[in-house]
């Protein structure tokens, strides 16, 4: 599985981190329950930022996309592990303007996810200026 799957880390658990999950999701129109099943029988953990982001660049709305993760990674990984992936999502950004190839700028955010800060001198300079804590 790993052929058709990038390699790109390793979780602390020993699981390989892949990238490809979506394309292979796209491509082949398995349920993600499914496929996320079969990637832990063989000890695979989805890169769940490559996962949100090839689906953006996919066309895909945000909120489909949560629509899809959200029961597939409960039903499998279970309601702990999906608050755990979606904070992932929430820190996934960078500094000064928008990540390249994706559609996240720091300070931006939504009601899902919160906003998203690169530092901890932006969010700090966030709050102030949206007079709002992270959420």
């Not at 658990?13 to 796209?26: A, R």
């Not at 597939?72 to 608050?83: C, N, P, Q, S, W």
């Amino acid at each position: 599985m790993t052929s058709m799957l990038p390699v790109v880390g390793k979780t602390p658990e020993g699981f390989l981190v892949v990238t490809g999950v979506y394309k292979f999701f796209e491509t082949h129109g398995m349920p993600l329950d499914a496929l996320f099943a079969v990637l832990i029988e063989h000890k695979l953990m989805p890169s769940w930022i490559d996962f949100y982001d090839a689906a953006k660049r996919g066309g895909m709305q945000h909120d489909r996309i949560v629509s899809k993760l959200d029961p597939a990674i409960v039903d499998v990984y279970g309601a702990e592990f999906r608050d755990q992936v979606f904070d992932r999502l929430r820190r996934f950004r960078v500094c000064k303007g928008v990540i390249p190839n994706t559609w996240i700028a720091c300070g931006e955010g939504d009601e899902t996810f919160g906003r998203f800060y690169c530092s901890d001198e932006c969010q700090s300079a966030g709050e102030k200026r949206h007079g709002n804590a992270r959420q």
